[in-house]
């Protein structure tokens, strides 16, 4: 088979480059190991936080109001909800990495913010067990966006403008001639002009020389203690990233569709340079959840500190905490070190990818994502 194009995984930045490829009319084909919108990889489960104003690079904010104006363009097209902007609190003490990091971002970002004193917050979200210095920026812009239904969504989309895609198909070689790609998988041989390998946790496996590091890291969902109460649904306890004094914090947001509240521990990470193939599955009571549920219990004291769902999941680390995303050589695009921040950006990536590819000029400062930057 002969194509323009090969997408090689279609996660949240393969399965956005698909789409975008396709609806600039390019021949492409897109190949997944798994089924789409599967839970092996790193963009499974129903939600991820969103915002615009972000503390990781100020380059990032075009790229999330990008995903923002193509979710929406998407979703007015196939009436689906690929973002809900209910609004973020970013909690800790006056001089926290959320607090000052979210009021930073958000001027950079040309974006409004409003600082809720001690006070103010501890009347408005009477479910946060707070420390005397906590305040907070609430930022109306931010919310949470849709994991796996939005990969699912922009493979279809791909797919009704014309991209061939192959599921449960692995790409075991790829190579580079002068004149095109070939890229092999057990039943079907394809060649190309140009691959875009974006294969997440497994992007080392085809792109050696990639400086990524794949991190074991678990989702967990709980519910309120009341089964009645709702102080957790999601508008009344909107996306949150809560900084303590010991550097440790949570993240999350509350109930929406699935009826679940999201909450991660962060400054707890282990389990780095873990081989994709060889990823532990199990979860571990004392390792997975002792501490994170230690830290509900003190936290969220309306909120039963027992997860009721956990899944094993994977972020991708780049040594500087970007993504790689675009050239690597003539005829290979890469995407991948999402370093824990990436599904929001998944869309703009996407369009970056399908202009990259195209040699079109991209629409956002890529240098600091360059993949040759190492
Ligand atoms: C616990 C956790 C919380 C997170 N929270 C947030 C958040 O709040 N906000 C946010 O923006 N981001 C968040 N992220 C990050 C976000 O989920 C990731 O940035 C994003 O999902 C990465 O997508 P990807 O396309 O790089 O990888 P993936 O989605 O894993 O895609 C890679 C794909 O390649 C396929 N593949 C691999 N090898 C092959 C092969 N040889 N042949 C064919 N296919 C192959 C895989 O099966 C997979 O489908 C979080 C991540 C985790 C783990």
Redesign the pocket.
Do not use: N, Y
């Given at each position: 088979m002969r194509t323009d194009v090969v997408v090689?995984?279609?996660?949240?930045?393969?399965?956005a480059a698909l789409w975008r490829l396709a609806a600039r009319g390019v021949n492409v084909v897109g190949?997944?190991?798994?089924a789409i919108g599967?839970p092996?990889?790193?963009?499974h489960?129903t939600?991820?936080?969103?915002r615009v104003a972000c503390m990781e690079h100020p380059g990032l904010t075009e790229i999330a109001r990008k995903s923002l104006a193509l979710w929406t363009e998407l979703g007015e097209r196939t009436g689906e909800t690929y973002v809900r902007q209910t609004g973020s609190l970013n909690v800790g003490g006056p001089d926290s990495r959320p607090v000052k990091g979210a009021r930073q971002a958000a001027m950079d970002a040309g974006a409004p913010t409003t600082d809720l004193s001690h006070d103010e917050l501890a009347k408005r979200f009477p479910q946060y067990a707070l420390a005397s210095e906590d305040v907070a920026v609430w930022d109306p812009g931010a919310g949470i966006?849709y994991?796996e239904p939005t990969?699912r969504a922009h493979v279809a989309e791909a797919q009704r403008l014309g991209a061939t895609v192959y599921p449960h198909?692995?790409?075991?070689a790829i190579e580079v001639g002068r004149d095109e790609v070939t890229v092999r998988?057990p039943t079907t041989t394809i060649t190309a002009d140009q691959v875009v390998i974006?294969?997440?946790?497994?992007?080392s496996?085809?792109v050696p020389s990639a400086p990524l590091s794949p991190r074991r890291?678990?989702?967990f969902w709980f519910q309120p203690k009341d089964p009645a109460s709702d102080a957790f649904q999601l508008t009344n306890f909107p996306a949150f990233i809560w900084e303590f004094a010991d550097g440790k914090g949570l993240?999350g947001h509350g109930s929406d569709e699935d009826f679940l509240v999201k909450v991660?521990l962060d400054g707890a990470e282990r389990d780095r340079d873990v081989d994709?193939d060889e990823l532990d599955r199990y979860i571990h009571p004392r390792k997975d959840i002792a501490e994170l549920s230690a830290t509900i219990a003190k936290s969220f004291p309306e909120l039963d500190p027992e997860p009721v769902k956990l899944m094993p999941?994977?972020?991708?680390d780049s040594p500087d905490g970007q993504f790689l995303v675009g050239r690597y050589d003539e005829r290979v695009v890469i995407?991948?070190g999402?370093?824990?921040?990436?599904?929001?950006?998944?869309a703009g990536v996407g369009e970056l990818l399908a202009q990259v590819t195209t040699k079109e000029t991209p629409y956002a400062d890529v240098s600091f994502i360059d993949p040759l930057r190492f």
């Open positions: 090689v995984g279609l996660g949240a930045f393969g399965s190949i997944e190991r798994q599967h092996f990889g790193s963009s489960g939600t991820r936080l969103f966006c994991a990969v198909t692995m790409v075991t998988t974006s294969t997440g946790a497994w992007l496996k085809l890291t678990p989702l993240w991660g994709p999941c994977m972020v991708t995407a991948g999402d370093s824990g921040h990436g599904f929001k950006h998944c």
